[in-house]
């Protein structure tokens, strides 16, 4: 899937712009063809390494945009 592939490696940072990590992969619904989540490396130097096993999943509606890197929500927000 292309997208998904502009998308692994891309920085994410949280609503303050804190790095959270490196997007390492993205969960799609085959059946809808979209995608539902991303898992996030920790970061660090063992994340450069390959060595961390530390993941996050991020629900693909807690994206506010999509640039050079990957902001995300606050999750504090109201829904409305």
Do not use: C, H, W, Y
Not at 23 to 40: C, F, G, S, W
Not at 43 to 58: A, M, Q, R, W
């Amino acid at each position: 899937m292309r997208i998904a592939e502009e998308i692994i490696g891309k920085e994410v940072l949280d609503s303050s712009a804190v790095i959270v990590g490196r997007v390492r992969d993205v969960e799609v619904n085959v059946e809808t063809k979209k995608i539902e989540a991303l898992v996030v490396g920790k970061g660090g130097i063992s994340e450069g390494l390959g060595l961390s096993k530390g993941e996050t999943i991020v629900p693909f509606e807690m994206v506010k945009k999509i640039g050079d890197k990957i902001l995300l929500k606050n999750p504090m927000a109201s829904v409305d």
